[in-house]
């Protein structure tokens, strides 16, 4: 927590897990967020990329998704910025 906070929002259906809305990246801590918007944009990136190589048969399992946006955000802001921020993937069900 030292290294601040970003949570990972996003809205998913719960029929078939398609991707309503999101990801909306939020930071604590971590960044000043008007002179680090290429870096947030690039997480969101990373965060659709990471819902689109979570396997379909698990399209509605959320921790899944979770670990999966988490593991990836994760990496890439390490070696990034040699940080590790506490990641919160916050995922709403339509």
Known sequence: AEDG???VALSMSGENGQLI?????ITRGFVY?????????ALRQVALEALQHVDMR??????????TIK???SGYLYKKTKRSPMILPVIMEV
Not at 21 to 25: L, Q
Not at 58 to 67: F, L, Q, R, V
């Open 58 to 67: 698990y399209s509605t399992d959320w921790s899944a998704i979770k670990g």
């Open 33 to 41: 967020v008007k002179e680090s918007e290429g870096l947030l944009e």
């Open 71 to 73: 593991s990836d955000l």
């Open 5 to 7: 906070m970003i949570v």
């Open 21 to 25: 809305s999101g990801p909306d990246i």
